[in-house]
C-alpha cells in the first residue's frame, strides 16, 4: 500500500508538469532518496512523460543512472568548493576572504575550459556575492539558486545582470531547493520570457511518502540530510548560507565570516 500510494501521489505530480511547455526539468534528488530503485523508478517515469514530442526532462545528477537510462548527467559546482577557499584564506586579510569566493571561480574556468558556468552564489550569502563579483562572472552561463527564495533571487540575478549589459533571456536560473510539482509551474509561469527558467528537483520528487504510511505513521517523513565539508588544511570551515538557520561552522567562525564577509 505505501508504494501504491507514493506512485499515485508521483504521477499526479507528472501530470501537473505533462502540459507545461518549454519546462526544463532535472533529478537533483539523489542525497535524499528514498532509496536507489525508487528514485530510479522516479527517473523512469518522468523520462517516459515528459520527453514525449518534447525533451523537457534534461537529466539526472546520478551519474549511474543518467549512464544506465542514456540521460545527460546533470549538475552544478557546490558549496563545498568556496568552503574550502574561504577557509584558507581565512589566515588572511578580510579581503582575501571575500576574494576566495571569487578564486573558485577563475579555477573552475580553467578546469573546465570555459564550460559548465553555473553560479552557485549563496555560500556566503547572493546578495554580497553579486555585489562584489568582478565584471567578468556576468558573463557565465547562468545561476544555480539554493537557500533563497527563488522568486526573490531569480529577480535580484535578472536585474545584476541588466545592470552589467547582459542580456537575461540568454540566461538560464535553476531552482533547487524544497520544490515540488506547485513551485515548478508557478517559477516556470513568473520567469517565462525574462530568463531561461529549469528545476533542480530533489526530495519531493525522490522521497515524497507524507501521509502514505498504511497505518498513518511519520516514519516515511522526507530526511533532511545536510552534507558539508567540516574543514580545510585544518582549518574550520563555515557556510553561512541565504538562509540564516542553515549556517554550519564552529559559532565563533560563523560571527567571523558574517562580520569579514556579509
Known sequence: MLYA???????????????????????????????????????????????VGEDRFSGTSNTALAYKHNLEAI??????????LAAMASRGSDEELRASQYRVLELWQQSYHGEL???????????????????????????????KDPFEAGDEYIAWLLRHG?????????????????????????????IRFAAGWGTLLTNDFRGCHPRGEDTFE???LVCKLTSADGVPTVKLSDNASKATGPPEDVARDRKSVV
Open 5 to 51: 500510494r507514493g506512485k499515485t501521489r508521483l504521477w499526479d505530480k507528472i501530470e501537473k508538469l505533462r502540459h507545461v511547455d518549454g519546462l526544463r526539468l532535472s533529478d537533483f534528488g539523489t542525497r535524499r532518496r528514498h532509496s536507489f530503485l525508487w528514485q530510479e523508478y522516479c527517473v523512469e517515469a518522468i523520462q517516459a512523460v515528459l520527453n
Open 117 to 147: 558556468l553555473i553560479l552557485l552564489p549563496d555560500t556566503f550569502g547572493t546578495t554580497q556575492f553579486l555585489e562584489g563579483a568582478p565584471e567578468w562572472v556576468a558573463r557565465w552561463t547562468g545561476e544555480r539558486v539554493d537557500s
Open 75 to 84: 549538475g552544478t559546482n557546490a558549496h563545498e568548493l568556496p568552503m574550502a
Open 222 to 224: 522526507p530526511i533532511s
Open 166 to 194: 547582459q542580456d537575461p533571456r540568454t540566461k538560464r536560473l535553476i531552482a533547487s531547493d524544497a520544490l515540488d510539482a506547485e513551485t515548478i509551474v508557478a517559477l516556470h509561469e513568473y520567469f517565462d520570457g525574462r
